[in-house]
Nanobody, 121 residues
Framework: QVQLVESGGGLVQAGGSLRLSCAAS????????MGWFRQAPGKEREFVAA????????YYADSVKGRFTISRDNAKNTVYLQMNSLKPEDTAVYYC??????????????WGQGTQVTVSS
């Protein structure tokens, strides 16, 4: 059983930056692909970014490409999401997820509790 805890959310002005972290425990972190997802009020959860177990491959939603960067530190059992040039439409609860099979998918097995990101205009 993998436990995931996100942190780093908050309130930021448009154009600003935030870095989200997701700490994993209870499993072999380096064997899991990791993903970031978000859910805005009244909307379905959507894929944001994902990274392979080694960190060698990364994937992004078109809406965040060029602004967000996903990375991982397997020695620290942590995955990060660096968010730059934030826009009000990036406002959402951000979730990290882990899976040992899928990468670009909504079907991740393990999920964190989420962290709120609010971007003011």
């Amino acid at each position: 059983q993998v436990q995931l805890v996100e942190s780093g959310g908050g309130l930021v002005q448009a154009g600003g930056s935030l870095r989200l972290s997701c700490a994993a425990s209870g499993g072999t972190f380096s064997s899991y692909a990791m993903g970031w997802f978000r859910q805005a009020p009244g909307k379905e959860r959507e894929f944001v970014a994902a990274i392979s177990w080694s960190g060698g491959s990364t994937y992004y939603a078109d809406s965040v490409k060029g602004r967000f960067t996903i990375s991982r530190d397997n020695a620290k059992n942590t995955v990060y999401l660096q968010m730059n040039s934030l826009k009000p439409e990036d406002t959402a609860v951000y979730y990290c997820a882990a899976d040992d099979d899928v990468i670009v998918s909504m079907d991740y097995e393990y999920w964190g509790q989420g962290t709120q990101v609010t971007v003011s205009s």
